[in-house]
């Protein structure tokens, strides 16, 4: 069992940055490839970055690659989601969710956090 929970959402303008949190609780957190995924209303949610296990495995989406840094610190039982370059359609509700591999779909993550607001305004 893993419990996951966000922080660092806020509201930022165009170009700014932010650093999402994700701190989990459990003895598997470990070994749980994590992942980032955002919804913006009406729309379906999308992976945004996901990270192995060992870390050693990160992918990205092709709209934030190069921009947004996926990391992991196995110490502080926390993932990261470093965002610069904002943009307004990155808008969304961003969500941590863990999983037993590095996927890029929603069902291979099994674990969920309650999701954090981005905003960012033009």
């Known amino acids: 069992q893993v419990q996951l929970v966000e922080s660092g959402g806020g509201l930022v303008q165009a170009g700014d940055s932010l650093r999402l949190s994700c701190a989990a609780s459990g003895r598997t957190f470990s070994s749980s490839a994590m992942g980032w995924f955002r919804q913006a209303p009406g729309k379906e949610r999308e992976l945004v970055a996901t990270i192995s296990g060992s870390g050693g495995y990160t992918f990205y989406a092709g709209s934030v690659r190069g921009r947004f840094t996926i990391s992991r610190d196995t110490a502080k039982n926390t993932v990261y989601l470093q965002m610069n370059s904002l943009k307004p359609e990155e808008t969304a509700v961003y969500y941590c969710?863990?999983?037993?591999?590095?996927?890029?779909?929603?069902?291979?993550?099994?674990?969920w956090g309650q999701g954090t607001q981005v905003t960012v305004s033009s």
């Open positions: 969710a863990a999983g037993w591999f590095a996927a890029q779909v929603t069902g291979s993550y099994a674990y």
